[in-house]
């Protein structure tokens, strides 16, 4: 509907996407070049990054940011000749751009997508429940049934409310979670953390409830901060950020398969090893679930 594409480019090919790896060189200099901690320095003998990194997550985006809207934007361009901000005014006064008319209309176009149907209490998605009978119920009421898939989007970053398609009237319907205490502000994978947290104090098939669910976000979110403010194991600390960051690793690429990687074939005995043009090998994907086990089982441990 935005007409968006998403390429997965192979890894070890900065030239495919030089204007990125542009970016991001300007960036490392200009903003984290002067920082304790910064990566680009090649002395490992004598200078550890890791272990002397000093910014959060969170103040890393805050000086891009700044940096951006500050610096970047009113500085000249080499090509543009003029600064990016003039540039923009420049074009949107002959081309004028539409706003989003709202934040919930950008999470009913880019959402991650879900079929569910509605029972007679809402709807139920990751163990969580989203009512609301004044939409619902006269829904159902003109659609007739319980036997329908309905099209719901929701963002993935906050689970306090869903996106409903009523593809009859062509109209997006908010049904919000009825706990927002477990879900408002809430990633998805907070959420399954949390889950998998209250399931490890329970005894075996027993339902993970509410007031579980509150008691492993408080805990998840101690941990975490605990993690992030002492001087802990790397990856430790890493899946604290992680988990306050939202769980993200890279951008999404649902539905799209992954780019084939031709394999080298053998050389002649009697000649020379052909020129291969073979794209590296992509990284092994990430296992979240495992991921998730593996922070739930460290954060789970009783504190010594």
Known sequence: MLDIGIVNLPVK?????????????????QVFSHEEGTTLSRTLDLYDPVAR???????????????IVDDYHHHVHDTLRCT????????TELYPVRPVPDFDHIVRLTGE?????????????????YADRGKLEPLL????????DWEIRYDPYDLGEIWLLDDDRGEWLMIPCVDQSVS?????YQHKIHRALARRSLPKDAPVTIADLEASRALAEQTADELQTTKSKVRSAVRAARYEADGSYFTP??????MPVREPQAPAVDKAPPKQDVAPTPPPAIDLDADIAALVAQWSEPKR
Do not use: C, D, H
């Open 13 to 29: 090919m900065p030239w495919l996407k030089g204007a990125i790896e542009r970016v991001f060189q300007t960036i490392g200099v």
């Open 53 to 67: 990194a000093r910014l959060s997550l969170e103040e890393v985006r805050q000086r891009i940011l700044k940096w």
């Open 184 to 188: 408002r502000g809430i990633s998805k």
């Open 253 to 258: 690429l649902e539905g799209q398969p992954p």
């Open 141 to 148: 009421a003109r659609r007739g049934g319980l036997e329908k």
């Open 84 to 91: 990016p901000y003039e540039r923009w005014r420049e074009l």
């Open 113 to 129: 997508t879900f079929f569910r149907r509605i029972s007679n209490i809402g709807i139920q998605y990751e163990g969580l429940l």
